[in-house]
């Protein structure tokens, strides 16, 4: 008899547990974000129009400075080292590091007068 009892003591503390691991994932459930289908539809991203490239022999101090990673001091020193032959120039003559020169060399040209 105390067996019997035993086991169904057990077995009452097991299923509590389980419940109440079950109260914890359901609770854990209700305060998931919405789903997908629920939120508002992302719009895709507009395209910027492609600017001119910008001239580092001719282009201002200000001009210049507006580029992504050049500030007033590069800019100073980009106008300072003119002229260019080749945009690249500025990596070679060591006005710019390289990681400043790959995020930029899209936006710049360097004309020959």
């Known amino acids: 008899m105390k067996r019997d009892r035993k086991l169904g003591l057990l077995n009452m ?30 719009t895709a991203p507009v395209a910027k129009p492609a600017a001119q490239p910008m001239d580092i022999n ?35 003559s060591k006005v710019l590091s390289d990681g400043v020169y790959e995020k930029i060399k899209d936006q710049i040209i360097a004309k020959q007068k």
């Open 58 to 92: 001719s282009a201002s101090e200000e001009q210049l400075a507006t580029l992504d990673g050049i500030g007033a001091v590069r800019a100073k020193a980009i106008v300072k080292n003119r002229p260019y032959a080749r945009k690249d120039d500025l990596v070679k």
């Open 13 to 42: 503390a097991v299923a509590a547990a389980l419940s109440l691991a079950c109260v914890g994932v359901n609770a854990a459930e209700e305060k998931k974000p919405l789903l997908n289908a629920q939120k508002p539809a992302a």
